[in-house]
């Protein structure tokens, strides 16, 4: 059984990388609390100058556990590319890895220090919506592309936009857009009245929560937000939140958690009886979750996710992925959410590469806007007006299946709400949100 621990410290990065990773892919040429920089062993006859890659990912701090299958699973697909040369056949790849901490200032200071001193043409990450954003004001200044596969404030593409970035996942607003497609079909079924909110209070949390709220007010204001809770980065203890939230006995409840304290409230949630008293449709469960959580999780509790691989099993890039992924670390052992949308990303600067015919950040920042692009969940294009990919949000019930050790969601009744359906509506409204940058 493949180990689903969250404990995933840079220690154990360096000795997962040293075991499974070809010798003849990359030599890991530096290693420091935090640090860890991979650069391809050989190279093709020819080689021009290589593509230096930042990495921006926690291993401390409350996404750890979301970082450890795209810091696996990016050596990987970057080998893959190197195979062929590299980036245009002739730009090898080098991974440059940093511990954000899941703090805006350490992800800010790693950022500039990758682009300043390991001259990286692009920064990849991060977890955090509020440590991508103090990103995206350094990589615009030094324009250098910033590709966001797992941070999703809808901030990042809207009232903070910067060109350069490009978001590989769909963001908060399409997200809770998603959860309230599925809310309304519930309440309409249930003749639920009322809801209650549990977020995180930092900028995702906040966003996501907004979201909801305001689409559930637009769509359905007869339903009654009763109370809002919101609850620290990094809490350990929920059960006042819990108590609180069964003593208001509301029909449901929408949660805006991710990461550690995810699977902490659902651990402090399910034995103090919450889920048999209210609804919690839309609960964020990525891959990552269901993994890590296969024996207590609440089979019937309603799911949301953002790149499930066993939705695309049938698309033969994910096929390719799965496969790639499990020779390296176990059958039982699967790519979630993360190291799927880390594949695409780093796959859609390859084809960003190639049609702009240059490495060029400018080049291949016109090259990718508006552009449609091959990803593991199939062929999705890129919102010229904010770089948001037209990615789908993943609605469904969690449900043992004999084809996996852990629960997936349901796939007879799992809905997929394309990112279109729920995102603003016109480039227009996206502008007006959109700061004025130089």
């Known amino acids: 059984m493949a180990n689903y621990s969250n404990d995933y410290q840079w220690s154990s990065i360096v000795e997962t990388m040293n075991k499974t990773m070809s010798r003849r892919d990359f030599i890991i040429t530096s290693v420091a609390a935090g640090v860890m920089t991979m ?13 230096r890659i930042g990495v921006c990912l926690p291993t401390t701090g409350s996404g750890a556990n979301y970082s450890e299958r795209p810091i696996k699973g990016l050596p990987l697909i970057a080998a893959e590319i190197n195979k062929r040369g590299g980036l245009l056949g002739k730009h090898p790849i080098e991974l440059h890895f940093r511990d954000t901490q899941t703090k805006p200032d350490v992800g800010a200071r790693e950022a500039r220090s990758l682009i300043l001193n390991e001259k990286v043409q692009t920064i990849i990450g991060t977890w955090s919506s509020a440590v991508a954003m103090a990103i995206q004001e350094i990589i615009h200044e030094h324009k250098v592309l910033h590709l966001a596969a797992t941070s999703n404030s809808s901030k990042i593409v809207n009232e903070n936009y910067t060109p350069y970035s490009f978001q590989f996942g769909p963001n908060s607003r399409m997200q809770s857009g998603a959860t309230v497609v599925a809310v309304l ?9 009322t809801y209650v909110t549990l977020g995180l209070d930092y900028e995702w949390g906040r966003d996501a929560q907004r979201v909801f709220v305001d689409k559930m007010t637009k769509e359905s204001p007869e339903t009654k937000l009763t109370k809002v809770f919101w609850a620290k ?7 006042s939140y819990i108590t609180a939230i069964m003593a208001l006995k509301p029909d449901f409840m929408f949660g805006a958690i991710a990461g550690k304290d995810n699977e902490t409230f659902i651990q402090q949630a399910k034995p103090a009886g ?16 269901l993994m890590q959580q296969r024996k207590t999780l609440p089979r019937g509790i309603i799911g949301l996710n953002r790149c499930p691989f066993f939705a695309h099993m049938d698309n033969p890039i994910m096929q390719k992925y799965v496969k790639m992924y499990q020779e390296k670390f176990g059958k039982d052992d699967y790519p979630d959410d993360f190291a799927c949308m880390y594949f695409d990303a780093l796959n859609g600067l390859d084809q960003g590469t190639t049609k702009a015919g240059s490495i060029n950040s400018d080049a291949v920042k016109a090259a990718l806007r508006g552009a449609t692009i091959d990803t593991s969940r199939g062929k999705l294009t890129f919102r010229d007006c904010n770089n948001q990919l037209d990615a789908p949000s993943y609605v469904g019930e969690v449900v043992d299946t004999p084809d996996y050790p852990f629960p997936i969601f349901d796939l007879k009744t799992l809905v997929a709400v394309q990112g279109h359906e729920v995102w603003i509506p016109t480039c227009e409204e996206v502008r007006k949100l959109q700061k004025k940058r130089i």
């Open 274 to 289: 919450l889920f048999k008293r209210v609804a919690y449709p839309g609960v964020f469960l990525p891959v990552t979750e």
């Open 233 to 239: 980065l990094g809490e350990t203890d929920f059960t």
């Open 39 to 51: 650069v391809p062993r050989f190279v093709t006859a020819g080689a021009a100058e290589p593509y």
């Open 185 to 193: 079909k519930m309440i309409k079924s249930r003749g639920w009245k």
